[in-house]
């Protein structure tokens, strides 16, 4: 039906996180809507080799160039570290084709880093035992952020990933490419943990029961938040901890995706004006200036509330800031839950996070991905697929 376009823009939002564990918030994706997947090849080794900021950056223009191209319609999607899970309506297939392969063309000119798209249709999920289930939580007055359940994410995932026949996957062959990356920003400082550790967590239930699984994140999440404190305590991102940076080769992975296929001209007064940009910007934040419709002194305190540092996609995401103790505590549940086969889990270390961000307007409508720095998701992703090989293989 027509209006199926608009099932994310009419899903009813609810306004507390601990929402995405109630079944009763999600609604099942429309047929005539398909599953996106972008994902960088061998990201572990990119991170190796000190790729990590290059490997978030290509992640988050891959949702810039798809949200641009159905740009003015929202949709929801989830970013992964080193890639992104949209969904999309069928009708704008074609256009988020050539928002994708241009996308994967920018990687490997800019960055040497192979990207991998596929899109999969809502049908082929729904005709397996699996669903794409969405929700869609508020979580400040600019930022909806998207949740999914019903394994269909997962799956589409491992068929883009296996896709040996190209059903799902697809190359430039026969596609014009041309994204549209404005929006896009890279201009943060690594993000210094407030408390001595910032760990990127991703856990996933293992029953086959959703209603189990539902309560057993439910009882992960309350357990995270016993042990690192509630919101204003544990966030990585904090008011006093957040800088702007003038480094020019710090900027240079914006220049990139934003102008790096354009004219010398164009690259040049880009990359010169960049910092220009930021020294602005830090002035006025610095002296509360109110300036083109924007209060920039309260810049920061939106820019903390529009985080990801927390998000559900059929795994429990979280970046969180605390100390080596309480990681122990951490890891002493979830080995537990482990070893009962109730749920397995991927975890990461590092002493910061970085930021990369997706700025519609810098009043209120601005995205700040989180994760954690030297590979974040990304290795936490390595761990947890490792423990399900083991839990499947002693099955």
């Known amino acids: 039906m027509i209006e199926d376009q608009y099932f994310y823009a009419n899903l009813k939002p609810f306004d507390h996180f601990r929402g995405v ?63 992104a ?27 040497s880093l192979s990207l991998r798209v596929g899109i999969v249709p809502c049908v082929d999920i ?13 979580i400040s007055q600019g930022y909806y952020q998207a949740a999914f ?10 068929l883009v990933k296996n896709d040996r026949d190209n059903r799902y996957c697809f190359n430039a062959e026969n596609i014009s490419p041309f994204a549209d990356f404005s929006g896009f920003e890279c201009r943060w400082k690594d ?29 992960v999440f309350d357990v995270i938040q016993m042990i690192y404190g509630q919101v204003k305590t544990c966030r990585p ?3 006093y901890n957040v800088e702007l940076t003038t480094n020019s080769k710090n900027l240079q992975d914006e220049v990139k995706i934003r102008v790096g296929s354009a004219k010398r001209l164009s690259k040049w007064l880009y990359s010169w004006l960049l910092p220009w940009k930021v020294q602005l910007g830090r002035y006025w934040m610095e002296n509360e200036q109110r300036l083109f419709g924007v209060d920039w002194g309260k810049y920061k305190d939106v820019l903390i509330d529009n985080t990801d540092f927390r998000k559900f996609d059929d795994h429990l995401r979280m970046v969180i800031s605390g100390t080596t103790e309480q990681r122990h ?29 997706v700025i519609s307007d810098y009043q209120v409508h601005h995205i700040h991905f989180v994760d954690g720095s030297d590979g974040g998701y990304a290795m936490a992703a390595k761990d947890l697929k490792k423990q399900l090989q083991e839990t499947r293989s002693s099955n």
């Not at 993000?191 to 009882?219: F, K, R, W």
Request: include cysteine.
């Open 149 to 158: 359940s019903g394994r269909g994410l997962l799956y589409a995932e491992q």
């Open 191 to 219: 993000v210094p943990s407030p408390h001595g550790e910032t760990i990127s967590l991703l856990v996933m239930a293992m029953e086959e029961n959703c209603e189990t699984n539902i309560a057993l994140y439910q009882d």
């Open 329 to 357: 505590q951490l890891l002493e549940y979830l080995e537990k839950q482990y070893h009962k086969g109730f749920l397995v889990y991927g975890l990461h270390v590092s002493d910061r996070a970085l930021m990369t961000c």
């Open 237 to 239: 991102v904090q008011k």
């Open 21 to 83: 564990f109630s079944s009763a918030h999600y609604a099942k994706l429309p047929p005539a809507w398909s599953v996106v997947i972008t994902d960088i090849e061998g990201s572990t080794k990119a991170i190796q080799q000190g790729k990590y900021r290059q490997v978030n950056a290509v992640g988050v223009a891959s949702i810039v160039a798809v949200c641009n191209a159905l740009k003015p319609l929202p949709i929801p999607f989830v970013f992964g570290g080193d890639g």
């Open 85 to 111: 899970s949209l969904c999309i309506p069928n009708k704008y297939v074609e256009a988020v084709k050539k928002a994708l392969v241009a996308t994967k063309l920018m990687a490997r000119e800019q960055f």
């Open 126 to 138: 729904h005709q397996s035992q699996y669903q794409v289930l969405v929700a869609k939580c508020q």
